[in-house]
């Protein structure tokens, strides 16, 4: 599917200017070129656009959430088949609230990440993808850009790594690293699981609506970083670029299905390696020093809790305790970690409930000491928030090193990851006090 994704590249060319080449395209009487017309229209290209993103995030939410209750149901009940059959020690708790619990919340989001990777694909079959750079190209000279970086943006929907490394197609390196800096605002598919997450248990009537703000925030904020790095950075007018369009073509279903099964065989390596891997270190950190589930042995804090603790000061004007927190830190190493941390941490404890979703698990935390005791840990306002934070703050490792090898050095990668980690803190902070107002 990535390499697929790099031959849209070859519909853009450098040389001339983008906005005399619609002139060349004006000739109505051929089907093609009307059809064009209408797909680069200010207007009525931006209304499809619109149309088709909104599409793709109503089937991902609504097809996928049935095969997403199925898994979260079979998770469920392998849990509480070993809470029922395992005696009480580290192995069962690592089987439950560990594997389980951890993989098994990334795990479940499969079915959506796959539906979101069919229809990129069908954009890509369908060649598309050109004709949305050509519709964004009148928009991206407003911010210094052209058309052509809107292609490794769109890619960004996907993963952010290939996406910064398709800005190699971009000839001019200021162009190349304005994109680059943008592109960590761009909502990838490992976001997707804590947007579903959230928006599905406090959103439940407006989740796709909540799922495409978050996505119109991310691409605005990124825009609003890209006009400031413009004037800070690259103070030059940037060149014109040419976008020629490649016949539009009937979609392949054999391709997107094809292009699909590899996003899936992508997540599932993530979730067999990286994510597992990921989880045994959360498991083991929350776990010790060993849980006594003795009333009068109190329990010591965790290594978890305690560094969670450490930086809770941080997170506690956005709405977050200490688990939110430690969920985010985890959350930089790949942003699937976040739904999987969450998943070893708001677990249920010797109440039955051993099977509980991580849905329901959440909406049923309360504190359980302190000033808030017996109150609901989440609620709109911070759920709102956390959702915001997750989209914007620090690029993963593996975007962040990629940004650093494509810019040829570690300013650009330490920039982003300073700026995107202050953005956020301000966009959380801001959404969960007019939350406040709002909900209150």
Known sequence: MRNNRHNHTEGIHHGGNSHDDDSNHSNHTNPQNSLDAVLTNRFWGLLIFIAIIWLMFYCTFTLGSYPQHWIESLMGNLSGLVAGNLNTGWFSNFLQNGLINGVGAVLAFLPNILILFFFISLLEETQYLP???????????????????????????????????????????????????????????????????????????????????????????GIIIAILNKKVFFREKSEDYAIFLPPLKAPKMAMALKGMWSAAEEYLKKIGTVVLLAVIIVWALDYFPIKQHNPEVPDKPSYLQQFGKAIEPVMAPLGFDWKMGAA??????????????????????????????????????????????????????????????????????????????????WKWAIISICTTLVVAWIAAFATYNIGFLIWR
């Not at 210094?144 to 960004?156: A, K, R």
């Not at 985010?328 to 999987?340: P, R």
């Open 131 to 221: 004709r949305a750079a050509r519709l964004m190209d009148k928009y991206m000279h407003g911010i210094g850009l052209h058309g052509s970086s809107f292609i490794p943006l769109l890619m960004g929907f996907g993963c952010n790594v290939p996406a910064i490394m398709a800005t190699r197609s971009i000839e001019r390196k200021n162009d190349r690293i304005l994109t680059m800096m943008m592109i960590p605002y761009i909502p990838c598919s490992a976001r997707i699981p804590t947007f579903l997450l959230f928006s599905g248990i406090f959103f439940p009537d407006d989740k796709v609506l909540v799922m495409m703000l978050l996505y119109l925030t991310g691409i605005i904020i």
């Open 328 to 409: 985010l830190i985890t959350g930089v190493t790949a942003k699937e970690f976040i739904v999987s941390t969450l998943g070893v941490l708001y677990q249920e404890e010797n109440d039955g409930e051993n099977n509980a979703s991580l849905a329901e698990r959440i909406k049923g935390e309360t504190y359980v000491s302190g000033p808030n005791a017996g109150q609901k840990v989440f609620n709109k306002q911070n759920a709102l928030s956390f959702m915001v934070f997750a989209l914007l703050y620090i690029p993963c490792v593996a975007a962040a090193t990629t940004i650093r090898k494509e810019s040829g050095s």
